[in-house]
């Protein structure tokens, strides 16, 4: 169940709660072993929600879950404030230094990173017009929730507060969480990262919310960790953002070495955006065998469509996935090299279709030959990776086709044969350079000192041997 929590302190809280009880039926109930100022009196119920209104504002609601029976997650529906114009934003809360606003000083709440994934795509979805998305960083109360938690709100001024089609997207947005839960399971681990650095807007890691399949917990930009102090000083700090992300990675905006030793020495990983876009839909257990067996993403590794087998909904659980066994074989360069130069997209396109994972460079660009190609599945395809190694090769062999007129396969080696126009024995026909070398080149005769050279006389055989 998800409890939604309205403040009467706060009109645009009210605002979007009005909206949630209207959007849907509701359950209309009376409380009265609790205040009405702390939750009780009149609070509505239906399928997978309770919604209570409370005198204090949201940042100082600390133990709030405690009103509600017992909730998987807290939504504060509440007001943003700020000069960025019409905005529908989602963070969690706490205080990574001082708490100026609510909450303990260095004590962050539980964050629902999958929940907030899913609301800001909600949000997306309902945004009227004129109004931008995104996410915020961890900057105020509360600290101790009680259940996963984050706010929602609808921002920036009095006009938004009082615009009842931005209510209303809030409204939406909170409503499709139906069923969604705090975290994003990924086997024995999750699929969340903690964000260090950037602005209080967070781009960098909403990019991430919005574009990948990874959740992103708790966000400490620039000015929280400025307020933190220094970073050795501060370890608590720093692991209470990722057990209350419930992440074992990090992701850091900007260069902060000091802040990447901290967080290495407390036994989590920083990992690139490149990192987390290469791995978007890959388990992590698959991920982390690849780059045992292959190399790290951030030195050229990227993943085939192999990898992604029965990935789903961005929120789904990637441990019912099949399993994915694969091995390492190496692609001649040449072999390669020679499909990138008919077509570079298409031969690239050719290597994802046909592997778990291949090394490239230039930014993932370009192929290696370095390739997990996936093992047999079943009894229909018993050699294993070698059927896949030849599936492979079958598909760049299918690229060189385009340019060769003959491309075959010979023990351990592609053959491409030309019939090329030979420039050189052209010039010694006494064919002048120029417009009839194109004629010849292209199939027709052409008349030099009033006797034909015909395409056969200027035209030789050309074998080339690729290793594979």
Same mark, same amino acid.
């Given at each position: 169940?998800?409890?939604?929590?309205?403040?009467?302190?706060?009109?645009?809280?009210?605002?979007?709660?009005?909206?949630?009880?209207?959007?849907? !039926?509701?359950?209309?109930?009376?409380?009265?072993?609790?205040?009405?100022?702390?939750?009780?009196?009149?609070?509505?119920?239906?399928?997978?929600?309770?919604?209570?209104?409370?005198?204090?504002?949201?940042?100082?609601?600390?133990?709030?879950?405690?009103?509600?029976?017992?909730?998987?997650?807290?939504?504060?529906?509440?007001?943003?404030? &700020?000069?960025?114009g019409p905005l529908l934003s989602a963070h969690f809360t706490g205080n990574f230094g001082p708490a100026e606003y609510g909450g303990g000083d260095g004590e962050l709440a539980r964050a629902c990173?999958?929940?907030?994934?899913?609301?800001?795509?909600?949000?997306? *979805?309902?945004?009227?017009?004129?109004?931008?998305?995104?996410?915020?960083?961890?900057?105020?109360?509360?600290?101790?929730?009680?259940?996963?938690?984050?706010?929602?709100?609808?921002?920036?001024?009095?006009?938004?507060?009082?615009?009842?089609?931005?209510?209303?997207?809030?409204?939406?947005?909170?409503?499709?969480? *139906?069923? @969604?839960?705090?975290?994003?399971?990924?086997?024995?681990?999750?699929?969340h990262v903690v964000g260090f650095g950037g602005g209080h807007y967070a781009p960098r890691f909403a990019r991430v919310v919005r574009e990948t399949d990874w959740a992103v917990g708790h966000v400490?930009?620039?000015?929280? +960790?400025?307020?933190?102090?220094?970073?050795?000083?501060?370890? *608590?700090?720093?692991?209470?953002?990722?057990?209350?992300?419930?992440?074992?990675?990090?992701?850091?905006?900007?260069?902060?070495?000091?802040?990447?030793?901290?967080?290495?020495?407390?036994?989590?990983?920083?990992?690139?955006?490149?990192?987390?876009?290469?791995?978007?839909?890959?388990?992590?257990?698959?991920?982390?065998?690849?780059?045992?067996?292959?190399?790290?993403?951030?030195?050229?590794?990227?993943?085939? !469509?192999?990898?992604?087998?029965?990935?789903?909904?961005?929120?789904?659980? @990637?441990?019912?996935?099949?399993?994915?066994?694969? *091995?390492?074989?190496?692609?001649?360069?040449?072999?390669?090299? @020679?499909?990138?130069?008919?077509?570079?997209?298409? !031969?690239?396109?050719?290597?994802?279709?046909?592997?778990?994972?291949?090394?490239?460079?230039?930014?993932?660009?370009?192929?290696?030959?370095?390739?997990?190609?996936?093992?047999?599945?079943?009894?229909?395809?018993?050699?294993?990776?070698?059927?896949?190694?030849?599936?492979?090769?079958?598909? +760049?062999?299918?690229?060189?086709?385009?340019?060769?007129?003959?491309?075959?396969?010979?023990?351990?080696?592609?053959?491409?044969?030309?019939?090329?126009?030979?420039? @050189?024995?052209?010039?010694?026909? &006494?064919?002048?350079?120029?417009?009839?070398?194109?004629?010849?080149?292209?199939?027709?005769?052409?008349?030099?000192?009033?006797?034909?050279?015909?395409?056969?006389?200027?035209?030789?055989?050309?074998?080339?041997?690729?290793?594979?």
């Amino acid at each position: 169940m998800i409890g939604l929590v309205v403040s009467r302190a706060d009109r645009a809280s009210e605002h979007v709660g009005e909206h949630v009880l209207d959007l849907v !039926a509701w359950d209309e109930h009376e409380d009265d072993s609790r205040d009405a100022e702390a939750g009780g009196g009149t609070y509505y119920t239906r399928p997978g929600f309770e919604l209570r209104t409370f005198d204090a504002l949201h940042l100082h609601l600390d133990g709030v879950a405690s009103a509600f029976a017992d909730p998987s997650l807290v939504c504060f529906l509440s007001r943003h404030s &700020g000069e960025t114009g019409p905005l529908l934003s989602a963070h969690f809360t706490g205080n990574f230094g001082p708490a100026e606003y609510g909450g303990g000083d260095g004590e962050l709440a539980r964050a629902c990173p999958a929940a907030q994934q899913a609301v800001v795509a909600g949000l997306a *979805d309902h945004a009227p017009d004129g109004y931008e998305v995104g996410i915020e960083c961890t900057h105020h109360g509360p600290s101790d929730v009680g259940a996963p938690s984050m706010f929602v709100e609808l921002g920036s001024s009095d006009a938004e507060w009082d615009d009842p089609a931005g209510a209303r997207a809030v409204a939406r947005a909170v409503l499709d969480l *139906d069923g @969604a839960a705090a975290d994003h399971v990924d086997g024995a681990r999750t699929r969340h990262v903690v964000g260090f650095g950037g602005g209080h807007y967070a781009p960098r890691f909403a990019r991430v919310v919005r574009e990948t399949d990874w959740a992103v917990g708790h966000v400490g930009a620039d000015w929280p +960790l400025e307020a933190m102090g220094p970073v050795g000083d501060n370890h *608590d700090v720093l692991r209470a953002a990722f057990e209350e992300s419930a992440a074992d990675l990090a992701l850091v905006d900007g260069d902060r070495p000091r802040l990447v030793d901290a967080v290495e020495s407390l036994g989590y990983r920083v990992v690139s955006e490149t990192y987390l876009r290469a791995t978007d839909g890959v388990p992590r257990s698959l991920a982390d065998r690849v780059e045992d067996g292959l190399g790290p993403v951030d030195e050229g590794v990227r993943f085939g !469509a192999h990898a992604r087998v029965g990935a789903g909904n961005r929120t789904s659980d @990637a441990s019912e996935r099949p399993a994915v066994a694969f *091995d390492v074989a190496d692609l001649s360069r040449e072999f390669v090299d @020679a499909a990138l130069g008919v077509d570079a997209a298409a !031969a690239r396109a050719a290597v994802a279709d046909h592997t778990v994972a291949f090394h490239t460079e230039e930014n993932g660009r370009r192929p290696t030959g370095r390739v997990a190609l996936p093992t047999a599945a079943d009894a229909a395809d018993a050699d294993g990776g070698s059927a896949s190694f030849d599936r492979l090769v079958d598909a +760049l062999c299918d690229l060189l086709r385009t340019r060769y007129d003959e491309v075959s396969r010979e023990d351990e080696a592609v053959v491409a044969r030309e019939r090329a126009f030979d420039a @050189a024995a052209a010039a010694d026909l &006494g064919v002048p350079e120029g417009p009839a070398f194109g004629r010849l080149a292209g199939g027709e005769p052409v008349e030099v000192d009033g006797r034909e050279v015909t395409p056969e006389d200027v035209h030789r055989d050309r074998t080339v041997r690729f290793s594979v």
